[in-house]
């Protein structure tokens, strides 16, 4: 994971203090489809001892807000979907944690979880 250092420390500490953080485990949004998770979501919540809740965002128009068409008097109509939490087996590596969350996250955002080409190419 890039910039382990203080930030992790931080998001550790924060999340230990009974806080939330909100992150795409892919590493943005993307259209269409869930790409394959990057690891700071598991590391996370790993060293902090804590469980990942998914979180999906519905959209009442299937494409969902394109950032040039958006208008802060034109608010699109969403859904947030929040899943069971799912804790991490103890030594659980980040890559088995995305295994069991990432088709979580997808059935809160109502669409599946299959990695595009490229994704797998990367993995």
């Known amino acids: 994971m ?13 999340l230990r203090r009974s806080g939330m953080i909100w992150l795409a ?4 949004s993307f259209r269409g489809h ?20 998914p979180l999906g965002i519905r959209y009442a128009t299937e494409a969902g807000p394109r ?10 109509e969403v859904t947030v979907v929040i899943g069971e939490a799912l804790a991490l087996a ?5 890559e088995a944690a995305a295994a069991r969350y990432m088709p979580a996250l997808a059935a809160c955002a109502g669409t599946v979880y ?3 080409a490229e994704d797998l190419a990367t993995a």
């Open 90 to 94: 103890p030594g659980e590596a980040p």
């Open 2 to 14: 890039r910039g382990r250092g203080s930030a992790v420390d931080a998001g550790v500490a924060h």
């Open 67 to 76: 950032l040039r068409d958006w208008r802060p008097w034109r608010r699109p």
């Open 114 to 116: 299959a990695p595009a």
């Open 34 to 53: 869930l790409r394959r998770p990057r690891s700071g979501a598991a590391v996370l919540a790993a060293q902090a001892g804590v469980p990942i809740v």
């Open 25 to 28: 485990p892919e590493g943005g």
